[in-house]
């Protein structure tokens, strides 16, 4: 598999030619690996540059909502209830499918752990204390679990990666449902916050005990253990590209683009599954844009969502599935200047 080395939050790569504009985004860390490796590529092309500041889905909402940047990626999409406070109507595709993962660090144990959806939302509850607690020993009968107390880590900001994991304990647990919820940002019961995908998974790493959620790439990237997640059919699924590939291949995508993964049906499908997405204004003159800017936007992201999901697998995302990939580019299609097509 192909390695990667996340450096920081900001991704600037220029092209080659002199009259290049410059594409301006921000939002999830849960794509950037995959966005470094696409935006690399379509620089090569003689294409725009492109600079991806990854600083959370939630700042990257309010940095669309400022028209401050062209395009910005969340995990989740935005509200309903907070569509209406943008200054124009908001478009939104996937561009990227993935896996949320369990991540550990318990000194002698493997990546084999055995979860489920009710002893997830039981440690991030705080009633799950130590590794070896009953629950924990009765799915994984063969491990030794030592008596080790638990370090919960998770997100301190805004966050699609914890929209996504929130969203799939409310529907597994219903104690978490009524106490916690879904959404990027919740009143954790316990817990280490930290900044990022990377943030979290540097927690987990340099802590013996801790448990985090995080981007399967980035598990991979720093070598950290994950475990299995029972699914809706009874099966333990490890988080693999074929695992989310079975999650978006058991939903309808609908015409806005935006459905939820988790806990979908499938065998073989991974339940904590997602598509990240990208969103942008539908009409494109606003301020000072000009209709070139809006060209160059509208290119980048059909390239995003068609050749560039051949970078995908190597970085252990999914490509998105054909359906996917025309939703988007229907989506990408409407957009308007001064009310016009283009």
């Known amino acids: 598999m192909k390695k990667i080395l996340i450096l920081g939050a900001a991704l600037v790569l220029t092209a080659t030619t002199a009259s290049a504009l410059t594409i301006t985004g921000a939002g999830a860390s849960f794509p950037y690996p995959l966005f470094t490796k696409i935006f690399s590529e379509y ?69 084999n752990l055995k979860f489920n959806g009710k002893a997830i939302a039981d440690i991030y509850l705080g009633k799950i204390k130590l590794w070896n607690d009953p629950a924990l020993v009765k799915l994984n009968p063969d491990a030794k679990l030592p008596a080790l107390p638990i370090t919960v880590a998770r997100r301190s900001d805004g966050s699609g990666t914890t929209g996504v994991f929130t969203d799939y304990l409310s529907k597994v647990s219903p104690e978490w449902k009524t106490k916690v919820g879904s959404a990027t940002a919740v009143e954790w019961p316990v817990g280490v916050g930290a900044r990022g995908n990377d ?49 978006a291949a058991n939903v309808v995508i609908p015409t806005s683009g935006v459905i939820s993964l988790t806990n979908a049906g499938g065998a073989a499908t991974y339940p904590i599954s997602t598509f990240s997405y990208g969103i942008f204004y539908k009409e494109q003159k606003y301020g000072n844009r000009t209709l070139a800017q809006a060209q160059a936007l509208k290119k980048m992201l059909t390239y995003v969502v068609t050749t560039g999901q051949s970078f995908s697998e190597a970085l252990s995302y999914a490509p998105l599935p054909a359906a996917a990939q025309s939703r988007a580019r229907a989506i990408i299609a409407s957009l308007t200047f001064d009310g016009k097509s283009f």
């Open 43 to 111: 620089a090569k092309t003689g294409s725009d540059t492109v600079n991806y500041q990854s600083v959370g889905s939630g700042a990257g909402q309010t940095q669309l909502k400022s028209r401050v940047v062209d395009f910005a990626a969340t995990d989740v999409p935005i509200t309903a209830a907070d569509l209406p406070s943008y200054p124009g109507t908001v478009l939104t595709i996937p561009d990227a499918l993935g896996a949320v993962v369990i991540s550990y660090n318990i000194p002698g144990v493997d990546s």
């Open 199 to 247: 943030g979290v998974a540097g927690v987990v790493k340099s802590t013996p005990g801790a448990v985090g959620y995080i981007e399967l790439t980035y598990a991979l990237t720093n070598k950290i253990d994950f475990g299995l997640v029972q699914n809706r059919t009874g099966a333990f699924v490890k988080p693999t590209i074929a695992g989310a590939q079975s999650a």
